[in-house]
């Protein structure tokens, strides 16, 4: 009997999105994402940012979008929130208002910026503000 315990190693988020190519393709051109793959019938992608990963997954179901744009975000831990932002910030510029938020220090000690994909889930860049 081994003494050794499982150990669950990572987690990633499917998100469903309307166009999977699409979504990839702004993860990619305005985050900085590596397109890892897109299946062959566009339903399903993976993009790749250091070490984490967001897959998204085709649909057409209204439930499921209306669950993207209004339940689902994904809290990515950066080191050099303000730097990132710098970074990205000439193409966050180009999107619609009310997409973007400017890095700002939570009160729970987060430095965070937000930034909404196109069908809405709500992506938080952030790292511990106190430095440590």
């Known amino acids: 009997m081994s003494n050794n315990k499982p150990v669950i190693e990572d987690a990633v988020a499917i998100v469903p999105v309307r166009d999977v190519a699409a979504t990839v393709d702004f993860y990619a051109d ?24 967001v897959h998204f997954v085709q649909t057409d179901d209204a439930d499921a979008l209306k669950a993207t744009a209004n339940n689902i975000s994904i809290y990515l831990w950066v080191n050099g929130v303000d730097d990132l932002y710098a970074a990205y910030k000439p193409k ?41």
Request: proline letters at 5%; a negative charge; hydrophobic letters at 35%.
């Open 30 to 53: 305005v985050l900085g994402f590596e397109r890892r793959s897109i299946s062959e019938d566009k339903s399903f992608g993976i993009v790749v940012h250091g070490e984490a990963a």
């Open 92 to 132: 966050l510029d180009t999107l619609e208002d009310g997409r973007v938020r400017a890095p700002f220090t939570q009160p729970y000690g987060m430095r965070e910026f937000h930034v909404k994909d196109p069908d809405g889930c709500l992506l938080f860049f952030g790292e511990d503000a106190s430095g440590t």
